[in-house]
């Protein structure tokens, strides 16, 4: 299990505002999964990434795993109020090892 | 994807006594897995419970401070002994998916305050 490090660890933003939170490893992730956890909820997946230069989008959520696969990054557009969140990476094994995360928020 | 719910979602506790946190899953799950969120902190996997057999526990944690029961495959139960004002987090239960540890679902987690 490798220790995953997220940067920025806070950031606050006005709303219609890009932003970009980063995952990084000293050593190649298996795969890698990106987590928005809510106040008071439990985390909820927002991708899985697996082959490296893999790139995803999920509206307005773009998600990149470097080629190497030592690093990801998840590129937020026009964000929005609703995106306010702390975002989790994870690497996965037999189990999940989780970032320290970064909080996110967006203002109105 | 499953719905998971925990019980109590939040409780204040006096240090040196144990509180039992319930994991109830709406659909039997193969595997169940217990973590721990520490106030400002990110999640750290304390055991995953086996049906049936004692449950697995992860480097830092023990059967005596964390026992953990999972009688059949949609609940299971977190008992957190002996408290102190270090114990005061959120614990989540979360239950895998078909693929195992890649589709993992979280419940609303517990937030306990040990004074």
């Known amino acids: 299990t490798q220790l995953l490090e997220q940067s920025p660890q806070f950031l606050s933003i006005q709303e219609g505002e890009n932003l970009t939170v980063y995952c990084n490893s000293s050593?190649?992730?298996?795969?890698l999964q990106w987590y928005r956890q809510e106040p008071g909820e439990g985390p909820v997946l927002l991708v899985t990434v697996v082959t490296g230069g893999e790139v995803k989008k999920l509206k307005r959520l773009t998600f990149q795993f470097g080629d190497a696969r030592k690093d990801s990054s998840l590129h937020i557009t026009a964000a929005q109020p609703g995106d306010t969140g702390l975002y989790l990476c994870a690497e996965v094994d037999y189990k999940l090892s989780f970032g320290a995360g970064t909080t996110v928020t967006v203002r109105a | 994807s499953a719905v998971i719910s925990q019980k109590p979602s939040r409780d204040i506790c006096q240090r040196g006594t144990s509180l039992t946190i319930q994991c109830q899953v709406d659909?039997?799950?193969?595997?169940m897995f217990w973590y721990r969120q520490q106030p400002g902190q990110s999640l750290t996997l304390i055991a995953t419970a086996n049906q049936g057999s004692e449950a697995t526990y992860e480097s830092g944690f023990v059967i005596d401070k964390f026992p953990i029961s999972r009688p059949n495959l949609t609940f299971s139960t977190l008992t957190v002994s002996n408290m102190s004002p270090e114990d005061s987090s959120i614990y989540l239960c979360s239950v895998s998916g078909t693929s195992g540890a890649y589709e993992q679902y979280f419940g609303p987690g517990t937030r306990l305050t040990v004074t």
């Open positions: 659909s039997q799950v193969t595997m």
């Open positions: 050593s190649v992730f298996s795969s």
